[in-house]
């Protein structure tokens, strides 16, 4: 396990290019990132995370910007709202993914969670990374991580830590479900709906 400073984006996005399971702080909780074109992380991080494909439970995408989430993703006139109004920001958004989109892991589900956290970290990074995969730093069952010594306690198989600590108090992210005709709350975080 190697730590870094939140300011050394070079080594951070080298880490993620190179295939590594990178932990670092969002605006919320502390999350675990690899690069989506990385099968050898995806493995990493399916193990870190004790992860089942048949729990139904997915890895969040993060794309580049927020106009990508339609490379990913069927647009409704619901889903863009919520682009528009809540992204980026502390909200997962479940959709429907689009059909076109083919990948090894996101094959198995007809569904996907797009989330652009409003973070400087990732607005440096994603230029250079591409898309991530990113889920909150904890073995399944505990609570997420909100500083870089508690992923290091827990998650001491992790390559990469970025030193820090996430806002006193945060909630992960809110999930809501927009795959109906209404929203549906999978999980509420800080961030409230109006």
Do not use: W
């Not at 690899?34 to 050898?40: D, E, G, K």
């Not at 892991?105 to 990113?134: A, C, D, M, V, W």
């Not at 904890?138 to 806002?167: F, H, M, Q, W, Y």
């Amino acid at each position: 396990m190697i730590q870094i400073s939140k300011d050394s984006t070079s080594q951070i996005i080298n880490a993620l290019n190179s295939g590594q399971v990178v932990a670092l702080p969002t605006e919320t909780v502390y999350g675990l990132a690899i690069s989506l074109n990385s099968p050898t992380a995806l493995e990493k991080l399916i193990y870190l995370k004790r992860r089942d494909l048949k729990s139904g439970k997915v890895f969040t995408l993060v794309p580049p910007t927020k106009s990508d989430f339609s490379t990913y993703s069927v647009p409704t006139r619901l889903s863009r709202t919520f682009i528009s109004k809540y992204v980026p920001g502390e909200i997962t958004l479940i959709l429907h993914k689009n059909p076109e989109f083919s990948h090894p892991y996101f094959n198995h589900f007809s569904t996907i969670g797009l989330r652009l956290p409003k973070s400087q970290l990732f607005f440096n990074i994603l230029p250079e990374t591409g898309p991530l995969l990113l889920t909150s730093a904890n073995p399944r069952g505990d609570k997420p991580a909100t500083s870089s010594e508690e992923v290091a306690e827990t998650l001491p198989k992790v390559d990469v830590i970025v030193e820090g600590k996430t806002p006193s108090g945060k909630l992960p992210s809110t999930v809501v479900d927009l795959t109906g005709k209404t929203p549906v709350i999978i999980r509420q975080g800080d961030l409230k709906l109006k």
